[in-house]
């Protein structure tokens, strides 16, 4: 156990099963997004920057309601907060209904707010547990198991939106006005059916055995005067801001890139990016912390993703390297630049688990707080994605765009190889 907090109970099953259903929900809704932005640009007739408000509002909600949420959480408790949560999400999903009943953008960007909100409060007390119940040193690999969970949903999530909502529509592309509103009214039922979901399991959080977390005392913690005089937790935030950013570029515009070199079903492409993120958290459980530590898999991550950034922009639309790269079926059929953009997911997967337990070691009765500073930094996929839409509608040239990432992963590689190490602000 970490020498400042523990978890009041020596059972650790209860705690990550429950946990595990959460992380769920979070991939199923956060990577719906990716299908959500072509099909919202089609029935709404936006343009790339347009569409892509859908990750702005969705993520912005982060930072606007994180803070405000530790302070919910340090007055009620970690466990009734996660009930609330998915209070907050059940409503969103009951506003997607007349959203499409009126096919209005501005009612889709409400409903994705309050989504937002909700998921807040969910991570912002989630994950300190999954950091808490056992040793700091393989709260990695932990993660790394809860990431599996949340980005197996995020594949899944894709594929039953194209089979569901999109079966029997050929193109998004020239839609009539009847199509368009059959289209919209395809969403009614599937958010419905999210509402009772996330309303039962709100019973499964609140009466479950589910433990609060207790903190301890540390000496050197008890001394500073605000979760800001925690460099390792404020660089931390910084860094999982540009983490992301360019998780959510890769997961919620290849459906775009795709739609913009003349490919179909690309609806179900984020599938592809949380597939690759699927393989590196899988790597991630099976080598941290035995062969591998948490530094070293950050450092690698960010080599691995600029690598592949420079994939994306220097290769071709033909098929060839996807072929001899990957065998199965699904990534051959795709042009290389789109599949090096698939490929980003693995780079990112352990990106979110290492800078976790790195930034939030030793903050004993901040630890809320620190929570909330690194979920607000989930802005990043509400103002990096925004930013990269804008760029590539005004330039015309979005492969070049994803250039734009590789500001991402030096922030990342610098707070592997010191900042996380600094521990007052004179040491920078």
């Known amino acids: 156990m970490s020498k400042d907090f523990k978890i009041s109970s020596t059972s650790t099953i209860l705690p990550m099963t429950i946990i595990g259903v959460l992380f769920f929900i979070f991939g199923f809704v956060t990577w719906l997004n990716g299908s959500l932005i072509p099909f919202l640009k089609a029935i709404c007739d936006l343009n790339e920057f347009e569409a892509l408000f859908v990750t702005f509002v969705f993520y912005i909600a982060y930072t606007v309601m994180a803070l405000p949420m530790s302070f919910v959480i340090e007055k009620i408790g970690y466990k009734n907060s996660m009930a609330l949560g ?69 594949v899944i999530a894709p594929l039953l ?17 009847e199509s368009k509103e059959e289209l919209a009214s395809k969403l009614i039922v599937p958010y419905i059916v999210m509402a009772l979901l996330l309303s039962s399991l709100i019973a499964l959080v609140k009466f479950s055995k589910l433990p609060e977390l207790e903190f301890e005392k540390d000496e050197a913690g008890e001394q500073k005067k605000s979760i800001f005089a925690f460099p390792r937790v404020v660089l931390g935030a910084a860094a999982l801001f540009f983490y992301v950013g360019i998780e959510v570029i890769a997961g919620d515009t290849i459906g775009l890139y795709g739609q913009h070199l003349g490919l179909t079903n690309v609806t179900s492409l984020t599938s592809y990016v949380m597939s690759f993120m699927v393989l590196g958290y899988a790597l991630g459980v099976l080598l941290i912390p035995k062969y591998l530590s948490q530094e070293r898999a950050l450092i690698g991550s960010a080599l691995f993703g600029v690598l592949f950034l420079f994939g994306v922009v220097a290769s071709s639309q033909s098929h060839g390297i996807s072929e001899i790269l990957w065998g199965w079926s699904g990534i051959r059929t795709l042009p290389n630049t789109v599949a090096f953009v698939a490929l980003l997911g693995f780079a ?11 930034a939030l070691e030793g903050l004993g009765k901040y630890t809320a707080q620190g929570s909330a500073l690194l979920i607000m930094a989930i802005a990043g996929g509400a103002i990096l994605p925004l930013l990269f839409g804008k760029i590539s509608h005004v330039s015309g040239d979005m492969q070049s765009t994803y250039l734009m990432g590789i500001i991402c992963y030096l922030f990342i590689l610098l707070y592997a190889l010191k900042w996380h190490k600094i521990k007052s602000w004179d040491e920078m």
Do not use: H
């Not at 209005?104 to 991570?123: C, P, R």
């Not at 990112?348 to 790195?358: K, M």
């Open 348 to 358: 990112n997967a352990l990106v979110w688990p290492t800078i976790w337990p790195l």
């Open 86 to 154: 998915l209070a907050i999400m059940a409503v969103g999903s009951l506003l997607f209904i007349p959203a499409a009943q009126r096919e209005s953008f501005t009612l889709f960007l409400l409903a994705l707010f309050a989504l937002g909100s909700g998921l807040t409060i969910l991570q912002t007390a989630s994950n300190p547990y999954i950091v808490c119940i056992g040793p700091i040193e393989s709260a990695a690999m932990r993660i790394s198991i809860m990431g599996l969970i949340n980005k197996g949903a995020g």
């Open 161 to 177: 939106f194209t089979a569901f909502i999109l079966s029997g529509i050929g193109s998004l592309e020239d839609l009539s006005a």
